[in-house]
């Protein structure tokens, strides 16, 4: 049977590994140094690892200890969460809600959907987290997200407890520069062939659909700059630098902010919006609120079609 683990000793470690020192340590728990030291050892022993390096007078983290230190500090940080929360008194505390948005989001999209968290009732603190695929899903499995964004969903068999949502979908949007569009429109997508393309990064799973479909009406543009901002390619679009493309769901947007015009749609191509959350069934208020707001928006993207 495990021995079972002794949190009142991962406190001690954790305050002399962010405090520096022994002493320092013993001043803020209110214990003698000697002490401090004892209940360390047995630590470590318990662990069968040493948490820290004695170069002299000083201590430095292990390997083994810097790995526990990232634990201790998630475990200390959700434990002070939980008693804000439980905490009837503290009636004014805010409820934080941290939603990550890959970077393939346009901005737009998702500031249109985020905004709807100001909706709940009580106080709110939105907190967003902007990055790549992998690296929100690794906050989402440490509990730091409590909803990602995504263009895509997860993967079969990855090893994160998390679950894809299907919030909506759009066809794809062509734009250009204004002066320049009228001669693209005509001859639509063909037209597209050899003319400057300006391409979403590696990050979007935007890239191989439409290299796909390049392929398949073959069309060879020449793509002469990637970006993995969505939104510093739609500049050096509205700058004539090329063509570029974006889900149609927010062309209107597009069109009146970057002074560009379409020159053509495709729904061979789909942009797909999906929430990644830790329920299979979303529970979680903030997570019902957002997925229904963008369930809405897709619905009067869709009627507009029709």
């Not at 049977?1 to 320092?24: C, D, P």
């Not at 002070?80 to 346009?106: H, K, M, R, W, Y």
């Not at 895509?152 to 569009?181: C, D, M, Q």
């Not at 063909?190 to 796909?212: P, V």
Request: with cysteine; aromatic share 10%.
């Amino acid at each position: 049977m495990a021995r079972q683990f002794n949190y009142k000793h991962l406190h001690y470690f954790f305050t002399i590994a962010r405090e520096g020192s022994i002493v320092k340590a013993a001043e803020i728990l209110h214990v003698s140094p000697q002490t401090i030291s004892g209940q360390l050892t047995v630590f470590e022993q318990s662990l069968g690892v040493a948490l820290f390096d004695r170069i002299g007078k000083r201590l430095v983290l292990s390997e083994a200890g810097r790995l526990a230190y990232s634990y201790a500090e998630d475990i200390f940080s959700l434990g002070d969460e939980l008693q804000q929360s439980l905490n009837a008194q503290d009636l004014i505390q805010q409820f934080v809600f941290t939603v990550g948005v890959t970077d393939a989001i346009p901005k737009i999209l998702a500031s249109s959907i985020l905004e709807t968290g100001f909706q709940l009732e009580g106080a709110i603190k939105l907190v967003c987290r902007e990055g790549d695929f992998d690296a929100l899903l690794a906050e989402m499995a440490l509990n730091r997200l409590d909803l990602i964004l995504a263009d895509r969903p997860l993967n079969p068999g990855i090893p994160v407890k998390a679950y894809s949502h299907l919030l909506g979908e759009s066809g794809l949007s062509f734009y250009a520069k204004t002066n320049s569009a009228a001669a693209l429109k005509e001859g639509f997508p063909q037209s597209l062939n050899h003319q400057r393309f300006l391409m979403c990064g590696d990050k979007s799973n935007q890239k191989l659909n439409l290299q796909s479909w390049f392929d398949t009406e073959l069309i060879a543009p020449n793509i002469v700059a990637e970006f993995d901002d969505s939104a510093l390619m739609k500049y050096f679009g509205q700058s004539g630098h090329g063509i570029f493309s974006t889900a149609s769901i927010i062309e209107p947007h597009v069109t009146s902010q970057y002074g560009v015009a379409v020159i053509g749609r495709t729904e061979a191509i789909k942009e797909r919006l999906y929430a990644i959350s830790p329920e299979r069934k979303v529970k979680h208020p903030g997570v019902k609120l957002l997925a229904e707001a963008a369930r809405e928006l897709y619905r009067e993207y869709v009627s507009k079609l029709v």
